[in-house]
């Protein structure tokens, strides 16, 4: 994935915000986790409301972002579409149905990590 100095721009992570808006994503949520871990920079977490919702999320971010050159490094839980998570080293997405973001509440496991507040508005 293209970077600044090593590390994801933000607006890159805003931008992925953006795009899984665009499929109607629920709950939007980036934060910054890059002085709290060294696995990534920044988090996304969103919710999808069915499987086909899930998979249509990570399909669109995939295909926008090939467009524009970040690789994508991993891709799990495509099939089932509980929990998808798409790895594009800098910047993890977290896509989830409601079941499984309220059961593994990543937010509160990373609550020392700030959220970027212009993800506020989706």
């Known amino acids: 994935?293209?970077?600044q100095n090593g590390v994801m721009p933000r607006d890159t992570a805003l931008q992925a915000a953006?795009?899984?808006a665009e499929k109607k994503a629920r709950d939007v949520v980036v934060l910054e986790v890059g002085q709290i871990t060294y696995v990534t920079d920044y988090f996304l977490i969103c919710t999808g409301t069915s499987d086909l919702q899930v998979q249509a999320i990570a399909d669109h971010?995939?295909?926008?972002?090939?467009k524009?050159?970040?690789?994508?490094?991993r891709?799990?839980?495509y099939r089932d579409a509980r929990w998808v998570l798409m790895d594009y080293g800098d910047l993890i997405v977290h896509i989830f149905q409601p079941e499984e973001r309220a059961?593994?509440?990543?937010?509160r496991l990373w609550s020392n990590a700030p959220e970027l507040e212009e993800t506020s508005p989706f």
């Open 18 to 20: 953006k795009v899984v």
């Open 1 to 3: 994935m293209p970077t």
């Open 68 to 73: 524009k050159g970040y690789n994508l490094l």
């Open 103 to 107: 059961f593994y509440n990543l937010e």
């Open 61 to 66: 971010l995939k295909e926008t972002f090939k």
């Open 75 to 77: 891709l799990e839980g």
